[in-house]
């Protein structure tokens, strides 16, 4: 059997994602580097005609702030327009993309001024994308990623461990740090995108990694097809 998956992404998504890398055979080691933690931001919806969310984190963290479940959402992928379903919104747009294609989907629809709720510190500007388009968004922060250090005994069990997944550049770059101090040159980085591949892929040309790949589709899908290459 192969070494045990590292899940690195913040609860309570890691559980979920635990439960497919079991389900495909692999035993998982939970420890993520991030946590989030929920910000009490006042809502104003005040001329706002849709809400746009790039994480499911910002879909749990917004409908905790408002009632509101009325306007329509655009989602970055399938399971964040899932959970925005599951919070009670009605209407639910996927992306099944990146956050460029979630701004090309609501450029398309034109639905007017967007409300984008997510990270204090967003990987990527969603307003800025929408603005160069010729669309309207207004960020929102209800969300802060911080960075959490993994257990000694993760540490000391890296040379066991046959891969790690990543979710977000953030966490990319805080294995990058650990990285630097601890070698695991026969671990493998598999990471959700590009960007969240770039931190990590000088330590895999210097050694102090074993391999960086990423999905060719930033969808979890497509994350976890990488466990068997």
């Given at each position: ?6 899940i690195?992404r ?62 329509p ?68 922060a209800?969300?802060?990623?911080c ?10 069990r ?7 997944l ?7 770059l ?19 995108s ?7 892929a ?28």
């Open positions: 059997m192969a070494g045990p998956v590292w690195t913040a609860r309570p998504g890691a559980l979920a994602t635990a439960r497919r890398v079991e389900a495909l055979g692999y035993p998982v080691v939970i420890d993520p580097l991030l946590q989030i933690v929920p910000l009490d931001s006042p809502v104003d919806l005040g001329g706002i005609a849709a809400l746009a969310f790039t994480s499911v984190n910002g879909v749990e963290a917004f409908a905790a702030l408002t009632p509101v479940r009325d306007l959402v655009f989602a970055v992928g399938d399971r964040t327009a899932r959970a925005a379903q599951a919070a009670g919104f009605a209407r639910a747009h996927s992306a099944d993309g990146d956050v460029t294609d979630l701004a090309d989907l609501i450029a398309r629809h034109r639905p007017g001024r967007v409300l984008c709720p997510g990270a204090q510190e967003p990987a990527a500007d969603l307003p800025a994308l929408l603005a160069s388009q010729g669309a309207e968004g207004r960020a929102l209800v969300y802060r990623s960075d959490r250090d993994p257990a000694p005994e993760t540490l000391a890296l040379a066991d461990l046959s891969a790690v990543l979710h977000s550049p953030r966490a990319a805080n294995l990058a740090h650990l990285l630097d101090r601890e070698a695991a040159p026969q671990l493998r980085a598999l990471c959700l590009a960007a969240v591949a770039a931190p990590l000088p330590l895999a040309a210097s050694g102090r990694l074993g391999s960086v790949t990423f999905a060719p589709r930033p969808r979890e899908s497509d994350l976890l097809d990488l466990l068997a290459d």
